[in-house]
């Protein structure tokens, strides 16, 4: 079992940036590689970022690109999401998720791959 824990989300205005944070219980989590969703009122869940167990690999939502960086701290089983010029669109609750890959370099944008999640942590950005 894996135990995600998110938090850094809070109210911002836009512009503004926001750094989240997930920190992971388990004494194998570099066999994770590791995704940001996010959920609008009334929308599906949506791929934001992920990072390979290593970081050797990533990838990121086009509306978020050059905007968001995800990083990992894998000697804290730590995963970042650094959030600069927010916009209200990325108003949403944010979640972590961990991908169990191995030592793969393997990032997916889909949600049904990741094996466990966060409790998520909610995102604001006012205009």
């Known amino acids: 079992q894996v135990q995600l824990i998110e938090s850094g989300g809070g109210l911002v205005q836009a512009g503004g940036s926001l750094r989240l944070s997930c920190a992971a219980t388990t004494r194998t989590f570099v066999n994770y590689a590791m995704g940001w969703f996010r959920e609008a009122p009334g929308k599906a869940r949506e791929f934001v970022a992920a990072?390979?167990?290593?970081?050797?690999?990533?990838d990121y939502a086009d509306s978020v690109k050059g905007r968001f960086t995800i990083s990992r701290d894998n000697a804290k089983n730590m995963v970042y999401l650094q959030m600069n010029s927010l916009k209200p669109e990325d108003t949403a609750i944010y979640y972590c998720g961990a991908d169990r890959t191995g030592l793969l370099q393997i990032v997916v944008r889909v949600p049904y791959e990741y094996d466990y999640w966060g409790q998520g942590t909610q995102v604001t950005v006012s205009s």
């Open positions: 990072i390979s167990w290593n970081g050797g690999s990533w």
